[in-house]
């Protein structure tokens, strides 16, 4: 369908007060929750290599305000690994990878000083091969993999997903499935690029089975709430029907245990940990529009002209404040999946 894939949409690029750089502070609490526990897996699952080098991607890098801490977490700990054992430490190199359209001007204006590791950009669509053969160690991604390639056809017209019955659960079956047809080619190509026994670890923001939306609400809420938006702005006859009718918001925040099912289908990694964490970064209502407004202004500037940007996060701002279940950041339910895969020896 015409809302295309993420690839041709990056998040908002430059530090200024627009961009994912200043307003993913909540994207970073997914690591702050995680990082315990990626630091625990390499300590006592890494496979130990003589061949002097050390191999990091991160796919879904942004602009790299996240990605740097994370990398830097990451090579600390295998220093420490190897440090514990009699084989010297490797040397490091890190592979940064998101869209093509992705700001990676920002990405390596902003690199560490001081950071013990080679750099290199790789730009595309992570659900093809990117990397060459037995050449990555250590996959890392997060608050990536929600992003699907495409909106399901099922869902056109900015069909709501909130399972609700009816004509939702189909178009909620619909982004389930491209979910797991994305996340299963995910790691069918890491499954190449990695060397045997290498270690993934993947933050992926989810959504529980149940909660109550009189009292709580997700991610998934709040993107509902944009649709809404967008489908008032085109009742009020600011953005094209037209142009509707073709598109959809081409993510899907899974369950828990629907993250856990499509992980297990897997003949080439196998699911060393996974725990369900609480964000350590919770918003108000204006980060979250800050939050959605740096994800999708690109998106949406491209299907419906710049003219539509103000309106449609100034909309999205009103409903948030219209229910009192947003007023309390304590009331979010969202969670972040931590998966820690282990490439398997075939």
């Known amino acids: 369908m015409d809302s295309k894939d993420k690839g041709h949409f990056s998040m908002n690029g430059g530090d200024g007060p627009l961009s994912y750089v200043k307003n993913s502070s909540y994207q970073r609490g997914a690591l702050e929750a995680a990082k315990a526990i990626i630091e625990e897996e390499i300590a006592t699952k890494l496979e130990i290599s003589t061949n002097g080098f050390f191999c990091i991607a991160d796919f879904g890098c942004s602009t790299g305000s996240n990605s740097f801490p994370a990398m830097h977490a990451i090579v600390e700990a295998v220093k420490r690994k ?19 359209s992705n700001d990676f001007n920002t990405l390596f204006r902003s690199l560490p000083p001081g950071r013990s590791y080679a750099v290199a ?14 050449s990555v160690h250590f996959a890392y991604s997060s608050c990536a993999l929600h992003w699907l390639t495409e909106a399901p056809e099922a869902a056109a017209g900015l069909k709501s997903s909130v399972w609700i019955g009816g004509e939702s659960e ?48 997700t991610a998934a809420s709040v ?124």
């Open 121 to 134: 950009a790789v730009a595309g669509d992570f659900r093809r091969r990117l990397l060459p053969p037995s």
């Open 170 to 217: 189909e178009v909620y079956e619909a982004y389930l499935g491209q979910f797991e047809r994305d996340l299963e080619s995910f790691l069918k190509c890491r499954a190449v690029e990695m060397v045997e026994g290498g270690i993934m670890a993947l933050l992926i923001a989810a959504v529980p089975t149940y909660w109550d939306p009189q009292e709580e609400y």
């Open 82 to 100: 190897y440090e514990s054992s009699d084989v010297e430490t490797p040397d490091f190199n890190v592979w940064f990878n998101d869209v093509v």
């Open 223 to 346: 993107t509902e709430l944009l649709r809404s938006s967008l489908l008032d702005l085109t009742e009020k006859g600011r953005l094209s029907k037209a142009k509707l009718e073709t598109f959809n918001l081409p993510f899907h925040f899974p369950t828990t245990d629907e993250v856990r099912a499509t992980l297990q289908k897997s003949n080439s990694f196998s699911i060393e940990r996974m725990e369900i964490l609480k964000n350590g970064t919770l918003l108000d209502v204006g980060g979250h529009v800050a939050c959605f407004r740096a994800a999708f202004e690109n998106m949406f500037t491209h299907k419906f002209g710049a003219e539509t940007i103000d309106d449609t996060f100034d909309l999205l701002k009103e409903k948030l404040h219209a229910s009192p279940v947003y007023a309390n950041p304590s009331n979010d339910r969202t969670v972040v999946v931590v998966a820690i895969l282990k490439h398997r020896h075939i």
